[in-house]
């Protein structure tokens, strides 16, 4: 049966008839809003999940630097990490669950997505609705990039309100965001719920010859279509958590490799705003194939000269308006034959969408040679 089809001539009969028809069809109302099957025999990397579905829109606010767009689709399965045995917990869709909820929180001036702590509260007429305040999780998905999402039950057809409270920023911050972000924002959006609105999105279904293949689905844009690149940091489409193009970047290139299947850039600048007559090494961790930012991942670098260590630390998860988001660490000095070992001491602390869930989570330690 082609859902997209079946679904949009349910909704026009009524919200009040669905349940009905469908059992008179011999199915329950939620199997319409069932997932797409999963694909089989995934590979522990990013892969080409079985479907791709349409997102509709709720609106955008802005409270000083902050800006928020919050979107919808579909209930959906996905993936949070945790700490279990295979270092993942999978989240069914739920019978009652009426959409999934998305929220993309970016800075207004460089359009550059912001990870934060965040909580969602709910309300209708003036009440929060029972389970209506909430801490969406942090997720990446291949459609939408880095978000926070989480499925949401509403209790009926008409007006919402969602109010987030989002920062402060705690990641270190130079450049464009030295001094910036610290203090939380308040932003709200009133939307108007119908179920036809989110069961007349459409929905493809992958080619089954493709689905496992090693690629990614193209990021959405959400003004319709496809898109790539960042927001324009004000009322434009809004960010996907894309990071900007590493060849763009200032300073010596030490060169980008794969561990996990995640790509790890690795950059030398002599930049004052990272260091004070040393040297400042970046990495910078993201998805294949769309360049997805992979924020709350923890990486040490260790320098070797002459079969010696000179220098072991962690780096520092930050921010800054050309780089956008990496991890950085301060050294004295890089010269010529000096050897930077890479590790990632722990996965992305991130939530993942269909594709993204068996990638970046057994890492091998990066050599790159100065």
């Not at 959006?189 to 989110?198: C, G, I, K, L, Q």
């Not at 496809?226 to 004000?234: R, V, Y």
């Not at 763009?248 to 002599?270: F, Q, V």
Request: net charge negative; charged share 25%; with cysteine.
């Amino acid at each position: 049966m082609n859902r997209r089809r079946f679904l949009r001539g349910t909704a026009a009969i009524g919200t009040a008839g669905i349940a009905g028809c469908l059992e008179g069809l011999g199915f329950e109302e939620e199997s319409a809003l069932a997932n797409p099957p999963l694909v089989e025999n995934r590979p522990d990397a990013v892969y080409l999940p079985a479907s791709r579905e349409e997102m509709g829109m709720y609106g955008s606010a802005t409270d000083g630097d902050y800006a928020i767009a919050f979107s919808y689709t579909f209930p959906h399965r996905f993936w949070t990490v945790e700490a279990t045995a295979d270092g993942k917990q999978l989240v069914e869709v739920e019978a009652d669950d009426s959409l999934h909820l998305m929220a993309t929180l970016w800075d207004r001036e460089t359009g550059t997505v912001l990870p934060v702590d965040m909580r969602l509260e709910i309300r209708r007429d003036g009440s929060p609705i029972d389970g209506g305040t909430l801490s969406p999780w942090p997720m990446i998905s291949q459609r939408m990039g880095f978000h926070y999402g989480d499925n949401v039950r509403l209790p009926g057809e008409g007006e919402y309100t969602v109010r987030a409270r989002a920062g402060p920023l705690t990641l270190d911050r130079v450049g464009a965001f030295e001094g910036r972000f610290e203090s939380a924002a308040s932003l709200a959006v009133t939307f108007e719920y119908a179920r036809s609105d989110v069961t007349g999105l459409s929905f493809d279904s992958i080619e089954p010859d493709r689905r496992g293949s090693p690629d990614a689905l193209p990021l959405m844009n959400h003004g319709g279509g496809e898109q790539g690149g960042n927001g324009d940091g004000g009322s434009g489409h809004v960010p996907t958590g894309q990071g900007p193009s590493i060849e763009s970047l200032p300073g010596d290139h030490l060169g980008t490799d794969r561990s996990g299947d995640a790509k790890l850039s690795a950059i030398a600048t002599d930049a004052d705003r990272f260091t004070d007559g040393g040297t400042y090494l970046a990495i910078t961790p993201r998805t294949p194939y769309n360049d997805i930012i992979l924020p709350f991942t923890s990486l040490s670098a260790s320098i070797e000269r002459d079969g010696s260590t000179l220098h072991e630390e962690s780096l520092t998860e930050t921010l800054d308006g050309e780089f956008g988001h990496h991890y950085g660490l301060e050294v004295d000095e890089l010269t010529d034959g000096d050897r930077v070992t890479v590790t990632v001491d722990s996965a992305p602390q991130v939530s993942r969408h269909d594709g993204y869930e068996t990638a970046f989570f057994e890492f091998e330690a990066l050599t790159y040679t100065v």
